[in-house]
């Protein structure tokens, strides 16, 4: 299960981008649900053995998706969070990506919890 503290700067990450959202600046709310599923991925990361000390959120995406050992739930989360968007500043398919990392961290945290002996 994830901790408080990444639980606390994960919703300060959501916040943020929703916040960005509101003032209609998409791409901050991008940025902002990146970040918190990358604080995410970095602790189901520690917890499976990684070394990520000398990765930062978008690594510990990275990762999860190209390993086949990881659930398919968090490899199809992280694949589209770290989509690259157009030349047009867009993302390529139709997804919320604020939604898509609060689906994401859901994921982490169950499967964080059913890993605990």
Known sequence: MLKIETLMKIN????????????GNEGMARVCARRAAGIA???YLEQNGFDTRKQNGLDALRIINQYLAFPAPLRRSAGLLIMRVTPEHQLPVEVDLLQEARNFVQEVN????????
């Not at 169950?110 to 002996?117: A, L, S």
């Open 41 to 43: 991925a970095q602790a």
């Open 12 to 23: 300060h990450e959501l916040n943020l981008g929703e916040s960005a959202r509101h003032k």
């Open 110 to 117: 169950r499967w964080m919890e059913d890993t605990i002996d």
